[in-house]
């Protein structure tokens, strides 16, 4: 027989344990709004995933100003720049003089622990190790999902709003009726061979650069432990690459005249890294909202991914405060159009950097000379540069 779920209630329901979700219940219940959130992944699996670590000062100030009392000022590395590396030469771009502003490199997972320890100090309901299997009944003002719990226990969460934050392969966003959504969305012929390695900084800024052999973006994490990507096949095997090999192909990527040389040492995770762009829209259906890459994917080459996630957080957030302070439920009806415009700001963004960075197999010649002089027309002109750099430190008013 069927187990009878038990009943749980409260004002929000969150599926999702991931930045966007912790950073909504954060925020939710800083407010006094009494949220759940349910998390698939144990708390282990999720700190130890290797994922983003480019934060935009809004971000930053998120994390900062919000009580989490996380280390993102103290252990985050602040960077004014980023350097564009094409026919073998250096073009830095100098953010804050550009349009002073920074980003700050802190990775997620630093994040997650931060995010994580604060549900924990304040009492949060975090329930990991949990599978949201049903979404029920969002059409109505008693939305509900269910979750099964380590041991096999189902548990009905009944709630106001529900909330889904999880992730790119989101069940939520499946749940919407096809008839009221539309998905937008490219796919690219190529990937990023992603590695950890333990070797110094190969220079102060990350370095993106555009080769005839194809993308490579030398990015960091720490003064000892350096994170590298190079475009590859999407069907690229991880054990047909030793550290000798990849090296190889990273060096050959960045090399030049000036005989720039990266910094080397043990590889410690490599992974294969797929790309699309995905919009979501409307992102929300009845009384459930979509957030973060549950309603959008970008590819990594801007670094807009969490950014955005955190964006969505900021807007939802403000109109649940609102809905619940003053019973008005404006906001929460102009979500979906409110996130979507800096959505697809960075969209255009994430899209423009790859197709101006990568070389597609077999591209044509005059493709990629055209790309090489879009890289010359932004770095020999102060509106391209700050173009870039606006985009790339996020958008400040919207
Ligand atoms: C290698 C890599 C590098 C990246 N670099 C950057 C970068 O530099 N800057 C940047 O801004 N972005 C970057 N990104 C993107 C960034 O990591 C994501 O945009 C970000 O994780 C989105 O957060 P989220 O909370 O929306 O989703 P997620 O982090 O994916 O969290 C979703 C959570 O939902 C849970 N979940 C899923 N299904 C269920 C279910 N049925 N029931 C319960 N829980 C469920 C998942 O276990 C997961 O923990 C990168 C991504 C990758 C993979």
Redesign the pocket.
Known sequence: MAQEPRILRTKVGI???????LMLSHLLSGAGIENIV????DHET?RNT?????LEAQAVRMLADSGIEGRVLSHGDEHSGIDLRFNGESHPLDFRELVDATVTLYA?NEIFVDLAAARARDGGDVRYS???TEILDVESNNPKFR?TDANGAVYEVHADILVG????RS?ARRQMPQSTRQDFKVSYPFAWF?ILTEAPKSAPELIYANSPHGFALISQRSDSVQRMYFQCDPNENVEDWSDDRIFDELQRRVAGPDGFELKTGPIFDKTV?GFRSFVREPLSHGRLFL????GHTVP?TG?????L?FADVKVLFEALDSYYSTGDDTLLGGYSQQALKRIWKAQNFSYWMTSMLHTPVGTDPFMMRRALGELDSVTSSTYGQQYLAEAYTGWPNS
Do not use: M, T, Y
């Not at 957030?291 to 549950?294: E, F, N, Q, R």
């Open positions: 599926i999702g344990g991931g930045p966007a979700g349910v998390e698939k992944n999720i290797h994922r983003a670590g480019i997620q949990c599978e949201v979750f934050a999880d992730g790119s069940f992603g890294l957030i973060g890459d549950a990594p670094a807009k991914g969490l950014n996630a």
